[in-house]
């Protein structure tokens, strides 16, 4: 059975922030989907994440396998903060994956943004966060819920665009009729426990509703960090030039980073710094994210 994707995003600047360093892609010509957190000083954040994922975007369409295609996003990110003093020591997470029509999926994955399966009423987390916390649980030095507390939370172990090479985690995945997928920045799981993001995937059978309720509860409980959010339905079509053609259709303008309407909140960028412009600018390892 030939297999296509629903897919509803959303991405916010929370209550706390003032502009939104996230972002994310949603290409159905290609089939590629990702979501980006980036870091950084001034306006380094989100020049990161953006130019992460437009370069990611570039090289997926030109034929480059997913993990190339980071390698090349990473590349990019990089010899910008090289290239500019004000960005200098930016950077980002990227959660991509790649999905054919028979759902085959790829992902690449580089820091604490996060993939999530939910099949057969469970939701399982499929990426690794690359940070402090996590290599504390793994040493057994630190449980779940309490890493979950841990005001180091937010301390990442590897990013894209802070090293001219990067390490890149692959995961691959075969979907079904009826999987439903989540990629989203650490703003949501910060907020919203996996038990609530799972009720509420379970309960909201629309994806675009989905995705802005998960959106939702992180803001209502708190919202301190910027919150992008990707739901993907997996879907069986039948095997018919109809269908094929409906697919194709209802993915035409969706080929574009951040166009959800939430995005156009983000304040232009003229009128100030944030107030935690002090921190040092360059964030490497453990770089605690803004
Ligand atoms: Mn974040």
Do not use: K
Not at 73 to 101: C, K, W, Y
Not at 163 to 188: A, H, K, Q, T
């Amino acid at each position: 059975m030939r297999l296509h994707l629903q897919v509803g995003a959303a991405t916010d600047i929370g209550q706390v922030r003032d502009h939104n360093e996230d972002g994310y892609l949603v290409d159905h010509d290609v089939g590629l989907i990702a979501v980006a957190d980036g870091m950084g000083g001034h306006r380094g954040g989100e020049v990161a994440s953006a130019t992460a994922l437009e370069a990611l975007r570039v090289a997926f369409v030109a034929g480059a396998p997913i993990d190339e295609a980071v390698d090349v996003a990473n590349d990019a990110v990089h010899e910008q903060s090289i290239a500019d003093p004000n960005l200098r020591g930016m950077g980002t997470t990227l959660t991509a994956g790649s999905f054919d029509d028979e759902g085959h999926l790829v992902l690449g994955h580089v820091g604490d943004s996060r993939a999530y399966l939910a099949r057969d009423g469970e939701l399982e987390r499929v990426t690794t966060d690359h940070s402090l916390v996590e290599e504390l649980i793994q040493a057994g030095e630190l449980t779940p819920d309490e890493a979950e507390r841990d005001p180091r939370r937010s301390m990442i172990t590897r990013a894209l665009g802070l090293e001219p090479s990067v390490v890149v985690d692959i995961i691959e995945l075969d979907l079904r009729d009826g999987d439903r997928l989540l990629l989203c920045s650490d703003g949501l799981t910060t907020m919203v426990g996996e038990d609530d993001i799972a009720s509420l995937l379970a309960e909201e059978p629309d994806a675009a509703t989905a995705a802005d309720r998960l959106v939702d509860a992180a803001n209502a409980a708190g919202g301190v960090d910027n919150i992008t959010v990707v739901v993907i339905d997996v879907v069986g079509d039948a095997a018919s030039p109809e269908s094929e053609s409906e697919s194709e259709s209802e993915s035409e303008s969706e080929s574009e980073s951040e166009s959800d309407e939430r995005a156009a909140e983000r304040p232009d960028g003229v009128a100030h710094e944030p107030a935690d412009d002090a921190e040092p600018r360059t964030r490497r390892w453990f770089g605690l994210r803004r």
